[in-house]
C-alpha cells in the first residue's frame, strides 16, 4: 500500500508564497506522474501541475509562471513552489501519486488528504 502525505498548507498574504511538498511512502517500484489539484467544496477537482517521471510538467491555465512542480527522486517527494498567490488561488490541495508498487510491480492511484491554502490580508 502506499501512501501519500501533503505538507506546507496555511495562511499568506496575497502576493505572497507556499510551498506544498507531496511525499509516498511504501514499498515503491516506479512513479509514472505525481499531480496537483485543488478542489472547492462541492465542485470537481482541477488539475494545478503535474511532473512526469520524464520530467515533463503540465500545468493549470491559471497558475503558469507563478507555480512550479519540481521532484526529489530519491525521496520520492514532488513539490509544489506557489508564488504570486492571488485569493482566488485558495482551496484544498491534494496530491495524487501513479506508478507501480509491491512484489509483483502493480499499477496503484494513490491520493493524499490533502493540505488547505488560504490566501487573505
Known amino acids: 500500500q502506499v501512501q501519500v502525505v501533503e505538507s506546507g498548507g496555511g495562511l499568506v498574504q496575497p502576493g505572497g508564497s507556499l510551498n506544498l511538498s507531496c511525499a509516498a511512502s511504501?514499498?515503491?517500484?516506479?512513479?509514472?506522474?505525481v499531480a496537483w489539484y485543488r478542489q472547492v467544496p462541492g465542485k470537481e477537482r482541477v488539475l494545478v501541475a503535474r511532473?512526469?517521471?520524464?520530467?515533463?510538467?503540465n500545468y493549470g491555465d491559471s497558475v503558469k509562471g507563478r507555480f512550479t512542480i519540481f521532484r526529489e527522486n530519491d525521496k520520492n517527494t514532488v513539490y509544489l513552489q506557489m508564488n504570486e498567490l492571488k485569493p482566488e488561488d485558495a482551496d484544498v490541495y491534494y496530491c495524487n501519486v501513479m506508478g507501480r508498487a509491491g512484489i509483483n510491480q502493480q499499477f496503484f492511484d494513490s491520493w493524499g488528504q490533502g493540505t488547505q491554502v488560504t490566501v487573505s490580508s
Open positions: 511532473i512526469f517521471n520524464s520530467g515533463t510538467t
Open positions: 511504501g514499498n515503491i517500484f516506479s512513479i509514472s506522474v
